[in-house]
């Protein structure tokens, strides 16, 4: 089985722009969790969507928004960049909602400069 | 406030050594806790996992202890190999819901 795939790899944007990150969860898993990945801050919880539902969210601010489409794959959308939103940006495949076990993919790097 | 610490944010240890984490928690209903491996580049992958109605749990190298009335648990990596070189990350979850996180501990192991 192909693992989750996230594109793109790695993302340059400049302070006030919006960014879409995608992912692709594993053939079969239903569910797509999203976390931010910083060294001070380790992995940070952002939202959980299953069955195109965001069943969780983090405590980050509206700009940060995500959906997830009838195929299960997911979109991640940062609206007026900022510096601090500099990071990994990660996403978990589940077989279903809150399932414990979390596969994740490589990520994408995000630099906003 | 971080529900799950871990600790040390660093660790060197020496080729064929014994590697260990430790993780402290807060939440009783915590049910379910797992250690992740991530390597540079790479996203976090399961490692091995633990529910808290066992006090120990081995595969291959890696063992996790539970210590419940303590609410800690870590994590030992016996005969460290240099390949064993990651940030390793503990989690802890209840009833299905969302994984607190650790913020890691970063081990080098040295040939």
């Known amino acids: 089985k192909a693992g989750v795939t996230q594109t793109p790899r790695y993302l340059i944007k400049t302070r006030g722009q919006q960014v879409t990150l995608s992912c692709s969860p594993i053939s079969g898993h239903r569910s797509v969790s999203w976390y931010q990945q910083t060294p001070g801050q380790g992995l940070q919880f952002l939202f959980e969507y299953f069955s195109e539902t965001q069943r969780n969210k983090g405590n980050f601010p509206g700009r940060f928004s995500g959906r997830q489409f009838s195929n299960s794959r997911s979109e991640m959308n940062v609206s007026t960049l900022e510096l601090g939103d500099s990071a990994l940006y990660l996403c978990a495949s589940q077989t279903q909602a809150s399932s414990y076990e979390q596969y994740f993919g490589p990520g994408t790097r995000l630099t906003v400069t | 406030q971080q529900q799950v610490k871990q600790s040390p944010q660093s660790l060197i240890v020496q080729k064929g050594g014994i590697s260990i984490i430790n993780c402290a928690y807060e939440?009783?209903?915590?049910?379910?806790f797992p250690w992740y491996q991530q390597f540079p580049g790479k996203g976090p992958a399961l490692l091995i996992a633990?529910?808290?109605d066992v006090s120990e749990k081995k595969e291959g190298r890696f063992t996790i202890s539970f210590n419940k009335s303590a609410k800690q648990f870590s994590l030992h990596i016996m005969d460290s190999q240099p390949g064993d070189s990651a940030t390793y990350f503990c989690?802890?979850?209840?009833?299905?819901?969302?994984?607190?996180w650790g913020l890691g501990t970063s081990l080098a192991v040295n040939p």
């Open positions: 989690a802890a979850s209840s009833d299905n819901r969302k994984l607190i």
């Open positions: 939440n009783t209903a915590f049910d379910y």
């Open positions: 633990i529910r808290p």
